[in-house]
């Protein structure tokens, strides 16, 4: 015996092995489905969360509503300078009083917390609100310290960490470099030139820190002459931390979301990975199978593709076993049908080497001839029969039309002068389609058994017309009819009945069954019944029903 049929299989071996541990490796909890599904459903997250946290609109808005305010609050500062710290000199012009002016710089700003310095005409620094105190020819001057606790260099590094970050995405302009000489004059602020030409500016710049400094600068005027200019400065921490809260509730809600996201999305993974991975798993184990011990998982009741998916599985693996059945089947009764030729082949070849009498020799001669044409003839159909789905799959239709060619045939038949007279009527414009050689095969085989069981002095009928979309064809005969009960067993495989005075062995039994299943494959269907008349069997009826072409 030959090794080969047990390499394969020790070869198949492996491979399953492999397959199954490739199945059971993705049956984990974040399988690559899983992955998919949970990167999809993120990344739409991420995007929306890293619009929201964007702000940039919302920043230069509360930028815009910060220089605006300080804005307000230097005019009413200008306009309590202009009447207050302001008076008429020796020569009858408005001038500032310094000390006077300078005491007001330092009160007026207390509870904003913002600096404002005043420049002079001349562009000097009159006085500064930082300024506590001078002596000689300096000045002490007041810083705002952080409160207790808010040195948090951490949170400071990480909001600076996400600042840069998310001005990569702004794609702001750099702004100017805030610079605080230690002798301030007009020349070092273009809005404090600006005020002393009688127009109001805002300016916002950046400390060496980083950190955001907003200025404002409006011109101190009297009656029109501009007497000075007073400038707010402030940072924009408060800005900063507006944004920072904001963004931390953002967080706050994403981070809720993201796992309400985790969540559902391996929820979702496993509502598709599970079944699929069941029916992975039933169709490898039905593929390695001998018999039907495993069947694919029923999971109709989803109501969803995957249940869909499971009722086509089962439907095409019963289908598969269904024509794994019918192929034993079919084997064992070719089998059976080619045994008894064969057998009675042998029976004859062994009589007749122990015969002496030349007739009875040729007698048995003429027997094992007989045989061989059955065997051939059986062989035939059988090929016939195997070859004949794949025909019928592949070869495309034609418009057949049924008159020309049932007239054609019972023309041929009648031609023979010992067989019944076939007689037709068929209507014009009747036309199907289909493969003209195997109509042809079946309209020869109902025809040629019609024939067979037709007695001397009767005639077989072939008629046909149209019923609504349908060719409906019948082939009758005046023989013994169907025997009760095989109407429709006469069409199963190497079914025979044979007409009284018939050899043995002239039919396959397979003509009728041929006909049937190219009847089917042409969306058709082929019936029998007996013709009964005044309640007796006159004959049998077939009937082959066909679609008609569209426009036909």
Known sequence: MSDLPASAEQQSVPQHETRVARIEERHGLFSPLTWRILA?????????????LYLGRYKQELIHSELEAMAVQAEMYAAALSTSAVGQGDDATNRVKLEVAREMVRRLVGITGARARLFGA???????????????SGAVQAEELPAPGEDDQLAEIMRKLTEGILSLFEGEQPLPLYVDPPVASASDYPEVRAALAGYSRGVVRVDSQGRRVLSVSVPVQRFKQVLASIMLTKNGDAIENALHAVRLDILKIFVFAFGITVLL???????????????????????RSKNRQFTIPDLSDRRDEIGDLSTTLRDMTETLWDRMDAIERFAADVAHEIKNPLTSLRSAVETATRLKDPERQRRLMEIIAEDVQRLDRLISDISDYSRMDAELSRAETEEVDLRVLLQTLCELYNADADGPPVKASVPENLIVPALESRLVQVFRNLISNAITFTPEGGSVRVRAWRDKDQAVVTVEDDGPGIPPGKEEAI????????????KFGQHSGLGLSISKRIAGAHNG????????????????????????????
Not at 44 to 52: D, E, K, N, S
Not at 265 to 287: K, M
Not at 525 to 552: C, M, Q, S
């Open 265 to 287: 999305s391996i929820y979702l993974a496993g509502v598709i990975t599970r079944p699929l991975n069941r029916l992975a798993r039933a169709a490898e184990r039905v593929r």
């Open 40 to 52: 999809v459903n993120a990344l739409a997250l991420f995007v929306l969360v890293a619009g929201i």
């Open 122 to 136: 001349n562009g000097q620094l009159i006085a500064d609100s930082r300024n506590v105190r001078t002596f000689g």
């Open 525 to 552: 269907d082929l019936t029998a019944t007996n013709r009964i008349l005044d309640g007796e069997v006159k004959g049998a009826i077939f009937t082959l029903r066909l679609p008609l072409e569209e426009g036909a």
């Open 491 to 502: 069409f199963n495989r190497f079914y025979t009945e044979r007409p009284s005075g018939e």
